[in-house]
């Protein structure tokens, strides 16, 4: 079954400095895709970045980035630079690709950026 | 460009009522998901729609949840009867390429 863990409820950090939200999963399938979504205290669920299980490469979007280690199953979300404005709650989010779309979240990770 | 839009943005109903959630998706996306999002399980994928065709409705907790898409800019999630433990944060989502998802405001539904 599949399965996606988020071990840090929170986690602080001072503006401009780089911060990694952890994110592990389990899968039987080969093919699956990994995500990243933000929601601010407004509600909104925000996508923030992708990364497939074939991809060779890390995923990059701007100050975001995905640590994805296979061999670990672990696709840990980097900030750089943070800005007040990333504090938020961020939720990892897996997808098999066998058949129908599985999606399953994590619980999520509660990030304050300190001025 | 609108977003995904949701209404109502709040509901609050008396148990054994029926529920209506509506969702109209960004033009063009084929793909539409409602979410439940609560404290004690946190977001659940409940059903998705390709091309107006759903795909997968095992998250859809019990018959009392149904969901329909009769055109492609307009969806709804119904609950009947309501229950208090149906009280949850409802969203909706679509998507072009079922990758990157864009969601609506969400629906707070308080059952009361």
């Known amino acids: 079954a599949q399965k996606i863990t988020q071990t840090q409820p929170g986690m602080f950090v001072q503006e401009k400095e780089a911060v990694t939200l952890d994110c592990t999963y389990d899968t039987s399938d080969p093919s699956y895709g990994l995500f990243w979504y933000k929601q601010p205290s407004s509600g909104e669920m925000i996508f923030l970045i992708y990364q497939g299980s074939y991809d060779q490469q890390n995923a990059t979007e701007g100050r975001y980035s995905l640590n994805f280690q296979k061999a670990r199953k672990s696709a840990n979300l980097v900030i750089s630079a943070s800005q007040l404005g990333d504090s938020a709650m961020y939720f990892c989010a897996m997808r098999d690709s066998s058949g129908t779309y599985k999606y399953i979240f994590g619980t999520g990770t509660r990030l304050k950026v300190l001025a | 460009d609108a977003g995904v839009i949701q209404s109502p943005r709040h509901e609050v109903t008396e148990m054994g009522q029926e529920v209506t959630l509506r969702c109209k998706p960004i033009s063009g996306h084929d793909y539409l998901f409602w979410y439940r999002q609560t404290m004690m399980r946190g977001l659940e994928l409940l059903i998705y729609?390709?091309?107006?065709?759903?795909?997968?409705d095992s998250g859809m907790p019990e018959d009392r949840f149904s969901a329909k898409m009769p055109n492609a800019s307009f969806s709804t999630l119904k609950i009947q009867p309501s229950e208090p433990r149906d009280s949850a944060v409802y969203f909706c989502a679509s998507s072009l390429d079922a990758i990157e998802q864009f969601f609506g405001p969400g629906t707070r539904l308080t059952v009361l």
């Open positions: 729609f390709n091309n107006n065709v759903p795909i997968d």
